[in-house]
Antibody, heavy 120, light 111 residues
Framework: QVTLKESGPTLVKPTQTLTLTCTFSGISLNTSGVSVGWIRQPPGKALEWLGLIYWDDEKRYSPSLKSRLTITEDTSKNQVVLTMTNMDPVDTATYYC????????????WGQGTLVTVSS | QSALTQPPSASGSPGQSVTISCTGTSSDVGGYNYVSWYQQHPGKAPKVMIYEVSKRPSGVPDRFSGSKSGNTASLTVSGLQAEDEADYYCSSYGGNNIPVAFGGGTRLTVL
């Protein structure tokens, strides 16, 4: 059974850097074909893909946010970390991490999500 | 603005069928058979209902079906039930540099 869970601050100030951690079980980023993605959803709005990290440490980012995003992994801890710089109130959203098999290209397991509010 | 275009709303009565469209380009929907559909109830994480255009994960009722023609994919929900009322999002692979694109979502109302 694959489980993922996001953790991090619920409130950040404008211009600060957000760091979120995705802790997962039932999968391994050492396994060929495995990837973990980050997706966010502002209140009442649509899903927005942020980025993906692959088993071979390759990363892909949304072009519109690429300059602000970094995704790293700690395979020993079964964790993936999302860093987003220069936070703005428009970045207020629920942030999800999810498991994706490269061969199938869909997110088959999702975390519960964590709401991050950007406000001074 | 979302990369894929969906109608903002759809509705149907219990027992009826409803189809939700998802329009992209030849660089995403039209170029690959990697379209997926997600159901999201309020306050919950999305759940995959269809992957690879028309395949259903284990446990998803066969009332849900998917198809694609050109740059437009479709999700059909047959025999509508009250629990089908939710937001639905399409997603497509868009190539090596943009592997994920989402649609703007469609709110399905069961009348």
């Amino acid at each position: 059974q694959v489980t993922l869970k996001e953790s991090g601050p619920t409130l950040v100030k404008p211009t600060q850097t957000l760091t979120l951690t995705c802790t997962f079980s039932g999968i391994s980023l050492n396994t060929s074909g495995v990837s973990v993605g980050w997706i966010r959803q502002p209140p009442g709005k649509a899903l927005e893909w942020l980025g993906l990290i692959y088993w071979d440490d390759e990363k892909r980012y949304s072009p519109s946010l690429k300059s602000r995003l970094t995704i790293t992994e700690d395979t020993s801890k079964n964790q993936v970390v999302l860093t987003m710089t220069n936070m703005d109130p428009v970045d207020t959203a629920t942030y999800y991490c999810a498991h994706r098999l490269t061969a199938r290209d869909y997110f088959d397991s999702w975390g519960q999500g964590t709401l991050v509010t950007v406000s001074s | 603005q979302s990369a894929l275009t969906q109608p903002p709303s759809a509705s149907g009565s219990p027992g009826q069928s409803v189809t939700i469209s998802c329009t992209g380009t030849s660089s995403d929907v039209g170029g690959y058979n990697y379209v997926s559909w997600y159901q999201q109830h309020p306050g919950k994480a999305p759940k995959v209902m269809i992957y690879e255009v028309s395949k259903r994960p284990s446990g998803v009722p066969d009332r849900f079906s998917g198809s694609k023609s050109g740059n437009t994919a479709s999700l059909t929900v047959s025999g509508l039930q009250a629990e089908d009322e939710a937001d639905y999002y399409c997603s497509s692979y868009g190539g090596n540099n943009i592997p994920v694109a989402f649609g703007g979502g469609t709110r399905l109302t069961v009348l």
